[in-house]
């Protein structure tokens, strides 16, 4: 649910969880070829159990920037810090203590399933690798979070191929969430379901928010989409955020000239009433 103003000076007495300082990344391609900027100088804060949002169009850095925050590709400058301590060093220092607090959920759930896995075993498996817990405790653990992803424990014996794309976004969630991390970044997460499936993922996204007290960094392309889920946000254009602000005040009074095209890009009836009054 977007922050109120009341809310405001609690949330940012609070240290954050994640804090993205200075934030570049070049890219340098064959010799004689200029060096392409994905994220330039980005920074902001991301307060315990509340959602940012990095929006911005294809090829805009967003998704560079989560895999810099993930410890998956390293910064040309700037650091990622969570509660305070450099990303960087603790992947470092102790890479499945990171995994344990920072989970990532893709676009595309089927490309990390493997097809000849069940879905049981494909949620344990971060258990076996980064976990001490017993056989049984796993299995259990799977049903648990089986569970908080609204997905019958029956389920746990198919494979991908048999899932909806909804169900097979469930348990990518359920795969995150089965090592109680602290901080998801949900890359595009809903991005290839349709608008009514979409809704669902959120609001059972918000109700596990609340339920486990978690911190999403959530990108996308879809303003009305992070309208939906966000407290704070990012917009980010050719590699630098333009605007940066809470959610109520990116929608009622834009400051730069590309939110302001992006909020335009959004069809009248989500813009207006929002995924979650389509009746669903």
Do not use: W
């Amino acid at each position: 649910t977007p922050a109120t103003p009341a809310a405001r000076d609690s949330e940012e007495s609070t240290p954050p969880l994640l804090r993205v300082s200075s934030m570049s990344k070049q890219f340098h391609p064959a010799r004689g070829q200029e060096a392409f900027t994905a994220a330039d100088g980005v920074s902001f804060s991301v307060a315990r159990g509340t959602t940012h949002a990095i929006v911005g169009q294809s090829g805009s850095g967003k998704s560079t920037l989560a895999r810099m925050i993930c410890a998956f590709e390293e910064p040309s400058a700037g650091t990622a810090y969570l509660e305070g301590a450099a990303v960087s060093e603790l992947a470092e220092k102790d890479p499945r203590q990171l995994r344990r607090r920072l989970q990532m959920v893709y676009q595309n759930p089927y490309g990390s399933l493997d097809p000849r896995q069940s879905i049981g075993s494909a949620i344990a498996e971060p258990l076996r690798n980064l976990s001490s817990l017993s056989r049984i405790q796993i299995r259990e653990k799977v049903t648990e979070v089986l569970d908080q992803v609204s997905l019958p424990e029956a389920l746990a014996n198919r494979r991908a191929g048999q899932l909806s794309g909804g169900q097979r976004q469930r348990v990518a969630i359920a795969r995150a969430l089965v090592l109680e991390p602290e901080l998801l970044v949900l890359d595009e997460a809903v991005s290839a379901l349709d608008v009514t499936v979409q809704a669902r993922i959120l609001e059972l996204l918000n109700e596990l928010q609340e339920e486990l007290d978690l911190t999403y960094l959530f990108i996308s392309h879809d303003l009305a989409v992070v309208r939906e889920i966000s407290d704070t946000v990012s917009v980010m254009s050719k590699g630098r955020q333009v605007e940066l602000g809470f959610t109520e005040e990116i929608f009622d009074d834009p400051q730069h000239e590309f939110t302001h095209q992006l909020l335009r890009a959004i069809p009248g009836q989500r813009y207006r009433e929002g995924v979650f009054n389509l009746g669903l």
